[in-house]
């Protein structure tokens, strides 16, 4: 079945950096567009990237241009979020989820950023 | 501020439809398709509806959805405890290359 598992997340201080990562299995990786949502607490979802079949589109929410990228490597079957200048409402659940329609989602990272 | 607007609440009795609406504009619904998503308390999203009124294979039939215009709207019928949960609606926004969730809608079945 399909499935996808986030890591990388924790503490980390205003004006660090983090990187995610989510791997897929269960279905062809390199045929599907792939996303990063999140979540802050208590709140409701945000859309923050996407990226194409093979990385050659790359798209981000204004929130994050500029400090967030995204990345995939087919070969691994990994999606990568590299977060860089973290601030304290970057604080958030991170999942990642299979596009265009979102049909298959991560468990959920937590990132907490807080001195 | 989400530019996918949709009532913060909606609440229903066992048995009754209710409908949660989502409102966005030509540059988002009035010209993409849209999804909803189920949530859980603590879990992660869930699809629910896609392509504005399909539902996945294992979504019941009293999930329903539809699109005119610039808005669109989740109709539940029958409702069942089990369905109380926050709703997101989201679609493709033109004018900012990027995907747009409402706001959210948290159902309270009573």
């Known amino acids: 079945q399909v499935q996808l598992v986030e890591s990388g997340g924790g503490l980390v201080k205003p004006g660090g950096s983090l990187r995610l990562s989510c791997e897929a299995s269960?279905?062809?990786?390199?045929?599907?567009?792939m996303s990063w949502i999140r979540q802050a607490p208590g709140k409701g979802l945000e859309w923050i990237s996407y990226?194409?079949?093979?990385?050659?589109?790359?798209y981000y929410a204004d929130s994050v241009k500029g400090r967030f990228s995204i990345s995939r490597d087919d070969s691994k079957n990994l999606l990568i979020l590299q977060m860089n200048s973290l601030r304290a409402e970057d604080t958030a659940v991170y999942y990642c989820?299979?596009?265009?329609?979102?049909?298959?989602w991560g468990q959920g990272i937590l990132v907490t950023v807080s001195s | 501020q989400s530019v996918l607007t949709q009532p913060p609440s909606a609440s229903g009795t066992p048995g009754q439809r209710v409908t949660i609406s989502c409102s966005g504009s030509?540059?988002?619904?009035?010209?993409?398709?849209v999804n909803w998503y189920q949530q859980l308390p603590g879990t992660a999203p869930k699809l629910l509806i896609f392509?504005?009124?399909q539902r996945p294979s294992g979504i019941p039939e009293r999930f329903s959805g539809s699109k005119s215009g610039t808005s669109a709207s989740l109709a539940i019928s029958g409702l069942q405890s089990e369905d109380e949960a926050d709703y997101y609606c989201?679609?493709?926004?033109?004018?900012?290359?990027?995907?747009?969730f409402g706001g959210g809608t948290k159902l309270t079945v009573l």
């Open positions: 989820a299979r596009a265009q329609i979102y049909d298959k």
């Open positions: 269960g279905f062809t990786f390199s045929d599907y567009y």
């Open positions: 990226i194409s079949t093979r990385g050659t589109a790359k």
């Open positions: 030509s540059s988002n619904i009035g010209s993409n398709i």
């Open positions: 392509g504005n009124h």
């Open positions: 989201a679609s493709w926004d033109e004018s900012l290359k990027g995907v747009l």
